[in-house]
């Protein structure tokens, strides 16, 4: 009897206690595989948070100068890891249940309706928004690859738009792999590049003389309005660079949970040492970008300004650099392209109750995969949305429904620290929605914006 108790218990313990285990979690890409652990929690947390946005920081700060600029990147970074901490205490915050989609999260906490409406918009657009541009950022980097290995080649090169079809062929193979897991050593290879470049590119921009005539006045618009909104703007840049959250619940959900090992345990050690490199990432790229070129930082980043400023750096290193944005872009496009793979078999297996078949999947993913590549030629110019998306996007995701979800679910005592911390950002973080949001909606109209539908 005591051994047949024994056996029990550690049944409970292995399955998660009393969490309900629904069969249709086993067909999806998100839940298929759940052997995770924190090694894999940091290679996917590095590969989603790392990437091209990373270059646009110097830009944010020649609107807002050193002081403010530096400022607001560490409020924004500390921010944005106590939301991370709240979505992974979250994960199986309430009994029985273990929420694997930020969208299952935020209808436990604002209710079916209200949670789909408030989360899918955000979560799809960073999905879907965030393949498309890097398959703009990756066909147009491999593109420049090429002119820089391949000065002295015979015979004319690919158009852009073939090169962005090039990387989107290289994006459609590797996105037949069944599941997130399955996908963790594509993640490493992209969280190893990202820190390659990231690093490469600062590196290489302060070993050269600074362009004569460099300048660190801010950016101003003649108008104070004008002043202002580029200075919202440029705050929404920074929170664009702090993607990924609407990830972070499907990372955990891969991982084995018991009683005595919950998920949350590897998924905050791996989220620890990602985010620490994050860092080390983020603040040299920032800083040392801004002052290797100050005013004269092009708006589409630090590494095309490299490329522009600096054409005494040997191609070598050029083409290095260019290759792991490429590796890194290819790389990311399969975790955020995940969580819409997982909707589309999700919806597929609710309406016939079967695992998807595989001529469907990978139809599926072909058709996402190519209608990203139309996208981005039908509209290149997506990537000059960096402002208004981070309003529009980053902002409620990251730093705004975590603390309101908290408040929700944990229902902290009322007029206790957590209670006004938590209410304190997240109204902060609806104000800076609508602000960031107009800031970039008034970036694209005072500098212009030349719409070259379907010329990139």
Request: positive net charge.
């Amino acid at each position: 009897m005591r051994k047949a108790l024994t056996n029990m218990r550690a049944y409970l313990e292995d399955i998660g206690h009393i969490t309900k285990l629904d069969p249709q979690e086993a067909w999806l890409p998100i839940t298929a595989s759940r052997n995770g652990n924190a090694y894999y929690s940091a290679f996917h947390n590095l590969n989603a948070s790392i990437g091209f946005q990373a270059l646009l920081l110097p830009v944010a700060l020649t609107f807002l100068g050193w002081t403010w600029g530096v400022l607001a990147l560490v409020a924004a970074f500390i921010w944005q890891l106590y939301t991370l901490w709240i979505l992974i205490q979250l994960h199986e915050a309430v009994p029985g249940k273990r929420h694997s989609r930020y969208v299952e999260l935020a209808q436990e906490a604002f209710g079916p309706k209200l949670g789909a409406w408030l989360a899918i918009f955000p979560v799809v657009n960073l999905s879907g928004g965030t393949a498309t541009g890097l398959i703009i950022i990756g066909g147009g980097t491999l593109e420049l690859f090429y002119r820089t290995v391949c000065r002295d080649c015979h015979g004319g090169s690919l158009t852009t738009v073939e090169w962005y079809l090039v990387f989107t062929i290289l994006c459609a193979i590797l996105a037949q792999l069944p599941n997130l897991n399955s996908i963790a050593g594509v993640s490493l290879v992209g969280a190893v590049m990202a820190v390659a470049y990231t690093t490469l590119v600062w590196t290489l921009s302060i070993s050269r003389p600074r362009p004569p005539g460099i300048t660190y006045d801010t950016v101003k618009p003649d108008h104070t309005a004008g002043n202002i909104f580029s200075v919202l703007n440029a705050l929404g840049i920074i929170a664009f660079a702090f993607r990924g959250h609407n990830l972070v619940l499907e990372i955990q959900g891969t991982m084995p949970s018991s009683l005595k090992h919950p998920a949350k345990s590897p998924m905050w050690r791996g989220a620890k040492v990602a985010f620490a490199i994050v860092a080390a990432c983020y603040f040299p790229i920032a800083i040392a970008g801004y002052w290797a070129y100050g005013r004269m930082m092009l708006p589409s980043g630090i590494l095309f300004s490299m490329y522009a400023l600096h054409p005494d750096i040997p191609s070598p290193w050029m083409a290095i650099t260019f290759l792991f944005v490429v590796l890194n872009s290819i790389s990311s496009f399969q975790i955020y392209s995940m969580p819409m793979f997982d909707a589309f078999e999700q919806s597929f297996t609710a309406r016939k109750n079967k695992p998807t078949p595989l001529l469907a999947r990978v139809a599926f993913r072909l058709f996402f995969t190519f209608f990203a590549f139309f996208v981005g030629v039908a509209l290149p110019f997506i990537s000059s949305f960096a402002g208004l998306l981070g309003g529009l996007t980053s902002v409620p995701v990251t730093f705004c429904y975590p603390c309101f979800m908290w408040l929700k679910i944990k229902k902290p005592p009322r007029f206790s620290f957590t209670w006004y911390l938590n209410w304190t950002l997240g109204i902060l973080g609806i104000v800076f929605s609508i602000t960031f949001t107009a800031g970039g909606i008034w970036s694209i109209v005072d500098s212009g914006l030349t719409l070259n539908f379907f010329n990139p």
